[in-house]
């Protein structure tokens, strides 16, 4: 059951070696990731609300149902618990559900069976019934979305022993880390950055590199460690370029990975550089940036030279459009955060 | 996967079939009364509907393993008293249910039972020991599901419905002739997950069979704080699901109306509805008082329709039973019950390492170092 997954198929990765990298949009990346793996596995189906004929409503399923066949790429009646409690009765059959959350908040009425099932199947078990199972979920804020469509949520999937959470931050990222999601035996919950399903980048489509587990550094430096994930990868990338004015050289790290946390690549991170900020969207109360902080302040803590910062949205439901860009962190917040760091204390 | 003359065939018989019938809502509704194959003084039903009554040899079956089975649940109620099981839902009482749900279904079928269907689940071939595992408190789930086709005992309500579409759904899709079979009783049909459930199933045809043992309450709720319906198979025509609605403490009518369900579900005809009514003779559990909520007059009702003795009746007025036959069939039950009771007898000893080793298909680093953290506290404190 947990043996999963034949090598990526001859249409997908074959196809595009020989092609040369064109621009690619999240979007498009994570549309070519399903396809790839929908062709290279007859196990995996994918289903959820409005994938088939419209092709989501992010259109990340474009296109699916019709070269896949309704058996295999199909809309389900409007009820996110439903979608969730019959892929795990799908998985529990041998198949492999890649399924859909509309939106972040909108996930919420499966949470039972998320946190209760998916999550604990394999442990209840013993490891007997495996669920490989992808829960794909647009998430954040950045898009003048109304209530309920800009949630963070990942605190609530992360504080879930047995589930899997990644992020992409990049196009190229997101096809990798979806087509290792699928080819993963643990339930993955893969949260899409939805403001940066348009966001654009020339690279070639592979699902080698970092494995699903690992964090990367996106922007090497020697002053201060930006981690973070998701949509703010890019936003932490323009502050560090931005920093440079002020004379600090910053690294980016991009977590990819929330649920395993990648201690040895953000150890070492902050290890090198002595100063670390976490940037997440969602609020910072009990967020994940807390538990970031912790672990690296236990496990680094002679090494710091401050402790280490969170920047991160306000404790307070999402804000409607016309204020969301006061609650999201953007380069100004996020040098600030720098700023505070006790520079001077150095001096 | 579903081949396209598959979806053709399907598509036809919605449209030629089932449209106008489901349009007048024929074949949807249940019956107004129980139906019953073997009446509660053990005579033949006079409202059996259109349901079958099982070959002799069946009722001896059903008869046998209900016989096994209450024997069973008195010993792990008994082994509960004396602190070796953490907690037992008892289900004497709703015996024929446990039983002729479990016969009805063939070899390849699934069965996802609640906490009150251990004596379904030994019935179906699992290790009395491995199936009481996890009310002994020693794992979530003591047997292994693909062994016998048999989901863990699901304690939230009403969600393994939805594993049980699920699974049936996926046996469409790949050519598989199985059913799935989901236990459930009168309060999870209150749940959200359970309304979902039956409207996937409908949607999309999926071969499961929803048998509801509605023992007349959740706990201490009734029937009536949980439901304005008029039955709760009445709920099948919102669906567009057909229902029956049986005596619960009839095993031949419990096992006509599941087999039919299955039948139908085979026949790429989608999902059945059942409610049986029964009866709840124990209390929810060995720490419910029962007697804060109903009246033991009207437990003593019930007893006197005991499923057990009905269809022991009957098949002594066949003569399909004789005196001998019940004589060797409890020494069978009391040797049955006493291996149970020698072996939860015995401590099993439980490794504390494995509540890291299930988590994910591979531990992590960091569960790797709680494992260690953990041992290496037990080893210096000598636990």
Redesign the interface.
Known sequence: MTEVLSPAGEAGQAGRAGETAAPVTMAGALNAALADSLSADERVLVFGEDVGALGGVFRVTDGLAAKFGEARVFDTPLAESGIIGTAIGMAMNGLVPVVEMQFDAFAYPAFEQVTSHLAKLHNRTRGRVGLPIVVRIPVGGGIGGVEHHCDSSEAYYTHTPGLRVVTPGTPADAYRLLRQSIDCPDPVVFLEPKRRYWSKETAALTPDGPAIDQAVVRRPGTDVTLITYGGTVQTCLEAAEAATAEGWDVEVVDLRSLSPFDDTTLAASVRRTGRAVVVHEAPGFTGYGAEVAARLTEQCFHFLEAPILRITGFDVPYPPPHLEHLHLPDVDRILDGIARLQWDDNA | ??L?KE?RKGAAVTTFAMATRMAAGDGLLPSATPLQLIDPDGRPGENAGELALPEPRILLELYRRMVLGRRFDQQATTLTKQGRLAVYPSSHGQDACQVGAVLALRDDDWLFPTYRDTVAIVTRGVDPVEALSLLRGD???GY???QHRI??QCT?LG?S???????????R??H?D?A?LVLLGDGATSE??TH??L??AA?WRAPAVFLVQNNGYAISVPLAKQTAAPTLAAKGIGYGIPSLLVDGNDAAAVYSAVRAGITRGSDGLGPTLIEAITYRIEAHTNADDAARYRDDAEVQTWLARDPIARLETYLTAEGLLDGNAATRLAAEAERFAEGVRKRMNIDVGLDPA?MF?????RP???LEHQRAALLSELEDTGR
Not at chain 2, 357 to 361: C, I, N, P, R, S
């Open positions: 996967m579903l396209e979806a794992w979530h789930c292994d599901p693909y989901a863990p939230p969600t419905t939805l594993h049980a579409v699920g699974l049936a759904h996926a046996a899709l790949k598989q199985q799935a959200g997950d979902e459930a409207n996937f949607v494995e080793a299930h988590v994910y298909a992590t680093a960091a």
